[in-house]
């Protein structure tokens, strides 16, 4: 017993010396000096149990205050403490009641005081000092960064809420705060091709295209530094720095080399991008950021500028777009729809329940309106196709879409590492809500009988009236007995491919805004009675 006791008190004065993340800082008035007092900067290699207490408190308060459902502190710092035995098995983390024990090898070394069930604080020491007892009996636990713990911790922790909420580590955060927001660099895309480095995107108007680096040149050094043996992520590091910064880089291109020096600037990754086909502006929308909906405003007249007046329609391609930031989507959405309701989201708590609403004009009224969808089709792809079929304003086609239907939380954690964490469902302004049957094309295009669209008036009469009935449905989907449910969700789940024109779905589109007639037929298809239901509870 008197290692037992002996790690209980090791445990117990750290509450005193605890610095509480900001969700504490309102409730626990006796720890006011502690946020106004920063600690000093903590090396972020080495596991340090303070700084580790902060983590896990930011984290467990951000999963039980946001969470969709409400969650038991003490199974999820429990369950998230197993996660240790991917490192070392012969690690145990038990709940006896009153104490958690920790032992290795069939033998307890530990053991500590269980904390009120809602002491986020207590648990978060606790689980600090759990780890920090593991590290002194497991080598593997000793010699892993802070980093893999914090992720052992949270993956484990949240395996069993749902499949969209997890926790990513600070460079991947790091990574994905660049792709919402931007970052300072050149403005390219690299791929690695037999350890090799090329170009495969440069950003229009970046940094890189202005100083002639062109897709498909080969970097081979970067500020005289050979990149060989580099990982592309380390190649990409390069690439980045402050702005105004200047970097030098050495490409090949057909076995001749130069070296061209670029001002790193202010870049954010291209999104949209714009093809004419015949008299139709294809705008191809791969992922969401920050600018996307300003980009695609400028494409789209850049498009009108470009074909004139004799542009008969647009078609937004959401294929294989897997979403991105809820505003962002809503932005897109408003582009097209005057009035009226985008999205309503509702959770458990108070702040998720939002409703979206259309402030802005059209930016292309009276111009016909098609959008791709596919199964791959998920998140803010759903918010956008969803509203803009709600609203009257496009015809879908494709096939159905993947049905995340839900919002994440991001919280971001004192070692910059972040927990996306779902706390909102989302509903279309008709009420259904997006998940997980996803939504459903105007035309399926797994359902069109003539693949070479000779007849392609009759397919989409049929075509009209099979999506009012399948539109139906799906707004009641969740009301529907469980054999009916896999029915549907069976139906247009995926797509043919079309002989020698490639692509079914960019071919009924093109043909369908070449004839405005069949068009029109297909438009009535998609039009949602005016007056919504109020969305499922």
Not at 331 to 359: N, Q, V, W, Y
Not at 501 to 525: N, S, T, V, W, Y
């Amino acid at each position: 017993m008197n290692r037992h006791t002996d790690a209980i008190r090791d445990y117990r004065p750290r509450q005193l010396r605890f610095a509480p993340s900001r969700f504490l800082c309102a409730v626990l008035l006796s720890a006011l000096a502690a946020c106004a007092m920063p600690r000093a900067p903590v090396d972020p290699t080495v596991y340090d149990r303070d700084a580790a207490t902060e983590v896990f408190s930011a984290g467990f308060e951000g999963i039980t205050s946001f969470y969709i459902e409400e969650t038991d502190l003490p199974s999820l710092v429990m369950t998230g403490l197993q996660g240790m035995r991917k490192l070392d098995d012969t690690v145990t983390v038990v709940d006896h009641g009153d104490q958690v024990v920790v032992g290795r090898d069939g033998r307890d070394v530990a053991a500590f005081t269980v904390p009120d069930s809602d002491d986020v604080a207590r648990w978060s020491m606790l689980t600090a000092a759990v780890i920090d007892t593991g590290r002194r009996v497991s080598p593997a636990l000793r010699d892993a960064p802070p980093e893999t713990l914090y992720n052992l911790v949270f993956e484990s922790a949240l395996a069993d809420l749902d499949r969209f909420s997890r926790y990513t580590t600070a460079a991947d955060a790091s990574r994905s705060r660049a792709h919402r927001r931007g970052y300072s660099g050149i403005g390219v895309v690299l791929i690695k091709e037999s350890g090799l480095f090329r170009i495969q995107e440069v950003f229009e108007n970046g940094p890189a295209a202005e100083s002639g680096l062109t897709v498909g040149d080969m970097i081979v050094a970067i500020d005289d530094r050979t990149v060989a043996g580099l990982d592309l992520l380390a190649v990409s590091d390069l690439l980045r720095g402050h702005d105004g910064s200047v970097v030098r880089i050495t490409t090949e291109s057909q076995e001749r080399e130069r070296t061209v020096s670029v001002t790193r600037a202010p870049v954010i990754e291209q999104t949209v991008y714009l093809k004419r086909l015949g008299d139709s502006a294809h705008l191809e929308i791969r992922s969401f950021n920050e600018a996307t909906a300003t980009s695609l405003r400028q494409k789209i007249a850049e498009a009108a500028a470009t074909i004139g007046p004799s542009m008969n329609g647009i078609i937004l391609d959401f294929r294989h777009n897997r979403g991105g930031v809820l505003r962002d989507a809503v932005s897109i959405a408003d582009l097209f729809i005057e009035d009226g309701r985008i999205l309503l989201t509702k959770g458990r708590h108070p702040r998720s329940e939002k409703e979206f609403k259309a402030d802005q004009p059209d930016i292309a009224v009276g111009v016909p309106l098609i959008v791709l969808i596919d199964g791959d089709s998920a998140s803010a792809s759903e918010v956008v196709a969803g509203a803009l079929q709600d609203s009257g304003r496009a015809v879908l086609i494709g096939s159905r879409t993947y049905g995340k239907g839900t919002v994440q939380m991001i919280v971001r954690l004192p070692n910059d590492g972040e927990l996306i964490i779902t706390w909102a469902k989302m509903y279309t302004p008709s009420g259904y809500p997006i998940g997980p049957f996803g939504v459903y094309p105007t035309i399926c295009s797994a359902e069109i009988a003539d693949p070479d669209l000779q007849f392609v008036g009759a397919d989409a009469r049929v075509a009209a009236v099979r999506a009012r009935e399948l539109l139906r449905l799906r707004r009641i989907a969740h009301d529907l007995d469980d054999s009916i449910q896999k029915v549907l969700l069976e139906r247009c789940s995926d797509r043919k491919p079309v002989g020698d024109a490639g692509d079914l779905d960019l071919a009924l589109a093109l043909r369908l805004l070449r004839e405005p007639g069949q068009f029109e037929r297909a438009f009535e298809a998609s039009l949602i009675a005016s007056k919504w239901p109020s969305p499922a509870q």
